[in-house]
């Protein structure tokens, strides 16, 4: 990570100090946020976050009395509307929301909390360690000023991809959202077939954990597209390429992952309408 050069958010209010939350919070105050310009709302935050009150990050357990100029919602989506609503009276016009709350649309935060800049932000789970990737979409309210300091409070976790309809926020849900639990099932049952192949479950589990890190690594920064790094391995009546006849058959992997990638997006589409 390179140096941190600092930046200001103003007034943020941190509602939801879990995983995710305190994930972001790590991640602005290592981009050089200062932790006094934050305040975290939360009857039962993280342990992981008491060093960050040690350095200056005030904590609540309910919402602040003074206006803000961001609040970032990272509180689980069937508890939203319990916990943001005290935090109407402190927002103004131009109070920045930022949602990370999974499922809730813009118009059901409108509904919620009045008409304000919002960013409705997909971030997936390798942000806990700073290598997530987040899709955001911005409403109509939000200037370039907004924007700005929601990319660069979205950006402390891994890059950010804008997209420009909401409606996409459901696909980016089904491919980065979740695709963190598909790459997990790909070294578990990597794993499994190592063992059922004579491994010691072990080290069969170890050999898939480091390929499939590795491989992502190697993925990130290679100028080669993954297409190309495939063929790379991939010598003519080679072990890949018999593996690869079974993975890239008419009903293999591919179409496979096309058809999850599918149910994913429809029960996107769905928790967005309940």
């Given at each position: 990570?390179?140096?941190?050069?600092?930046?200001?958010?103003?007034?943020?209010?941190?509602?939801?100090?879990?995983?995710?939350?305190?994930?972001?919070?790590?991640?602005?105050?290592?981009?050089?946020?200062?932790?006094?310009?934050?305040?975290?709302?939360?009857?039962?935050?993280?342990?992981?976050?008491?060093?960050?009150?040690?350095?200056?990050?005030?904590?609540?357990?309910?919402?602040?009395?003074?206006?803000?100029?961001?609040?970032?919602?990272?509180?689980?989506?069937?508890?939203l509307d319990e916990a943001a609503a005290p935090l109407a009276p402190v927002l103004v016009a131009k109070t920045l929301v930022l949602s990370v709350a999974?499922?809730?649309?813009?118009?059901?935060?409108?509904?919620?909390?009045?008409?304000?800049?919002?960013?409705?932000?997909?971030?997936?789970?390798?942000?806990?360690?700073?290598?997530?990737?987040?899709?955001?979409?911005?409403?109509?309210?939000?200037?370039?000023?907004?924007?700005?300091?929601?990319?660069?409070?979205?950006?402390?976790?891994?890059?950010?991809?804008?997209?420009?309809?909401?409606?996409?926020?459901?696909?980016?849900?089904a491919v980065s959202g979740s695709g963190p639990a598909y790459v997990f099932l790909l070294a578990e049952a990597l794993a499994e077939a190592g063992a059922?192949?004579?491994?010691?479950?072990?080290?069969?589990?170890?050999?898939?954990?480091?390929?499939?890190?590795?491989?992502?690594?190697?993925?990130?920064?290679?100028?080669?597209?993954?297409?190309?790094?495939?063929?790379?391995?991939?010598?003519?009546?080679?072990?890949?390429?018999?593996?690869?006849?079974?993975?890239?058959?008419?009903?293999?992997?591919?179409?496979?992952?096309?058809?999850?990638?599918?149910?994913?997006?429809?029960?996107?589409?769905?928790?967005?309408?309940?």
């Amino acid at each position: 990570m390179t140096a941190a050069t600092g930046f200001s958010a103003g007034h943020l209010t941190l509602l939801g100090g879990g995983n995710m939350g305190g994930a972001m919070l790590r991640g602005w105050i290592a981009a050089g946020l200062d932790p006094a310009s934050v305040t975290v709302v939360d009857p039962r935050p993280s342990d992981a976050l008491l060093p960050l009150f040690d350095q200056g990050v005030r904590h609540r357990t309910s919402a602040p009395e003074t206006p803000q100029d961001v609040v970032v919602l990272a509180v689980k989506p069937q508890l939203l509307d319990e916990a943001a609503a005290p935090l109407a009276p402190v927002l103004v016009a131009k109070t920045l929301v930022l949602s990370v709350a999974a499922g809730r649309t813009v118009a059901s935060i409108e509904a919620l909390l009045g008409a304000h800049p919002l960013v409705r932000a997909m971030p997936n789970t390798p942000a806990l360690i700073g290598r997530g990737i987040t899709g955001a979409f911005a409403n109509a309210l939000v200037d370039e000023h907004a924007r700005s300091v929601a990319d660069r409070l979205l950006s402390a976790s891994g890059p950010v991809e804008w997209v420009s309809s909401e409606a996409e926020i459901d696909m980016v849900t089904a491919v980065s959202g979740s695709g963190p639990a598909y790459v997990f099932l790909l070294a578990e049952a990597l794993a499994e077939a190592g063992a059922a192949a004579g491994l010691d479950p072990a080290l069969a589990m170890r050999l898939a954990r480091h390929t499939v890190a590795g491989a992502g690594e190697l993925m990130l920064r290679s100028e080669d597209d993954p297409a190309q790094l495939r063929r790379n391995v991939t010598s003519p009546k080679g072990t890949t390429e018999a593996a690869l006849g079974v993975l890239m058959a008419e009903d293999g992997f591919g179409p496979l992952l096309k058809k999850a990638v599918a149910a994913a997006k429809a029960r996107a589409e769905e928790l967005s309408r309940a």
